[in-house]
């Protein structure tokens, strides 16, 4: 298609879309004509790609996840459909900026972080691998809340994401499911088998909108399908003339709406609230029950399930998959308990993401008895059974059977039960997954060993270098051509390039190319000027004690007190940006926001010190904020104490766009260091077998450090002199926190090893040579990390799934 011709095509969009000529049209109405020129295309291919595998009787994932988090796919659909030059060249050619008319889409941001966000890197993925999957999620009203910075303090608004028409949904009316809530169960016997009838439960319509996922430069179309609750029609008669059923109706419809309503901001804290755990059920069972409808249509025997479908839990989120298909297998299908049990466990896989006690799913039993009886049933069962074979064919472990067992001191452990009903375990780096197998599910270890193993994530390529980054992506097809789109791990081509002086100029002006974008977005929303040589020194995730955002700023704070201490003092200039949201309900976290932007305020006013200085604070980070940011860094922050971070992916991102890495040996940043080399990674701090010995011991003293520090004394006085506040009380629990209940994330233990590594990043930084080439290195070695390889692995390891090539579709 030639610019012109598409030109055209958008015109007569405008027209017959909204009755607008190109010159009257506003850029949202450009935006939604060229998702509507996209879609017809798209749609084409999605049925085509629906048929073929259903035709091939293809083996299909399904992916079930609470949160997918997704950003926007304006620029992604066409990137991967090979439009999005063609379109951004059309939109100029037009008077229109490509930009302001792709910031018109609003962020899908159904998700609160990590988790979310691997599981939309894992559906570009399986696209644009030609990978038969399918997402499974929940079409939330409203998604993970907007920040909004008021006097350093967080503020959280309401995402109406879903304001304008989500220009990506079709709605399947007809392909709604209902799901039971609440309720009786009555047992009987019938030809000498026990029979189940579910009664007076209350009915909730689960109707899925389907969006598509594009893959890269092929013809495949996936499906993800987020379910909205909505009432049944059927229930209510309108033959009353008394005014009060209406109302009552509308109550009820209120309740019902409600599952769907808002996505909960909580990232690594479980709260055991009755609305999430009905979201969970909510999820599975419409999900199972489209995908039993889909099965069934192949007419194979139930007992093949497992050989055409494999549920994929992203998490114990919804770790209900389990009893739920137990449930329609026994209960609908009327299958034996054993039969059941087999395609159970032959169908489910579980994920972990995290080995935070806080974060581990265990609902009260009263809640999942009253809410789904019949569920309730199977999972005391399955608990029964599986504590009968422990004590029987594990007499080893008889100790600890409570310990192990599903349903104990009255309640209802979802890993335990993931774990039970699913046929792989996986963690997702490697030091995570041998610390699920040595410490946090040792005895489960013992008793499946075969389930365990581990699938290090990734992240889309794609969107994470191609799309956000397009003047590096084009460096570097220079040099080694352009197979790497395909092949990531072919960047390692780019080796021999790293020592190249002209190769290294190249990837610095893309990146003081790139800083100079980010320095004029910062000026423009913050009116602070940043100095675009300076380094860029980034640490973007949510704020989180394990995430250490702390450690960070008492290293910037004691770089503020050695300027005023030396106003000659020689420092390379820094820029600091944070960028997190903290969970509603989590004081400390919201207390470091209001510190990192009480020393934001104080350094960037400071006649000498901001010379060299700056600490920004972006509000509201996101996917596409993320999108800004990662291009233009430098040094990428992955501080996180020890053993507490699963894995990361903001690493990645940060690595792929050319930022070396300060860290400590955590999750997926062993891995990093594993392929670059000593070298080429600023490592430090403790170990996660320091961090166990300490936590073991019970001999960390914090206070010793506080004491013999100077540096860190001098920092910390700062919270509680009212250098920061007027308010006297203001950061006094940040100090209390670290000095009264022992620094549990052993900020002020790793601080001086941190502090010698930072001098070491400015040192290394003043040779700019040997800094492009570590950066250079490090971009060879990411295409590790593309989500591609990690998708092969789930599919070859796990799903046993085989790519389907979809035909080219011939459009008169
Ligand atoms: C029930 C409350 C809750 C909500 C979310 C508990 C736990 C979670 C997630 C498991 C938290 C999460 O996002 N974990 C992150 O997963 C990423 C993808 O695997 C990893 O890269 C991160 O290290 C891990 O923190």
Redesign the pocket.
Known sequence: MTVEQLSQMLREKLTSSFGKSLEDATTKEMFQSICLTMKESINANWRMTQETYDENESKQVYYFSMEFLLGRLIESNLLNMGLLDLYKDTLTSLGFDPEEVFREEHDAGLG?????R?AACFLDSLASLQLPGYGMGIRYKYGLFQQKVVNGYQVELPDNWLKDEYMWETKRGDKAIEVRFGGTVETTMENGHLHFHHQDYERVLAVPYDVPIVGYDNNTVNTLRLWSAESTTNSFHFHSSRGHDYYHYLDYKRSIEKISEFL?P??????GKIL?LKQQYFLVSAGLQSILQRFKKRNKPLAQLSEHVVVQIN?T?PSLVVPELMRLLIDEEKLGWDEAWAITEKTVAYTN??TLSE?L?KWPEEMIKTLFPRLYLIIHEINERFCKMLWYDYPKLREKISEMAIISYEHVHMSHLAMVGSFSING?AKLHTNILKDRVMKPFYTVFPERFNNKT?GITHRRWLLNVNPELANVISEAIGTNWIRTPNELTKLLPFAEDASFQQAIAKVKHDNKLKLASFIKRHYDITIDDHSIVDVHIKRLHGYKRQLLNLFHVIHLYNRCIEDPYLELTPRTFIFGAKAAPGYFFAKQVIKLINAVAEKINHHPQVSKKIKVVFLENYSVSLAERIIPAADLSEQISTASK?????GNMKLMMNGALTIGTLD??NVEIRELVGDENIFTFGLTSDEVFRYQQAGEYRARDYYNNDRRLRNVMDLLVNQHFSDDDVEFKDIFYSLLYNNDEYFVLRDFDNYTEAQNNVQETYQQQSDWLQKSIINIAYSGNFSSDRTIQEYAEEIWQIKPTKIGNLIIN
Do not use: F, I, K, P
Request: a negative charge; zero cysteines.
């Open positions: 609160n972080g990590g988790l979310g691997l909960y909580d990232d690594s804290y479980y709260e999430r998490d989120h993401h995290t974060a799913e997702v994530n971070e699963a894995s990361g992916t999750g997926a």
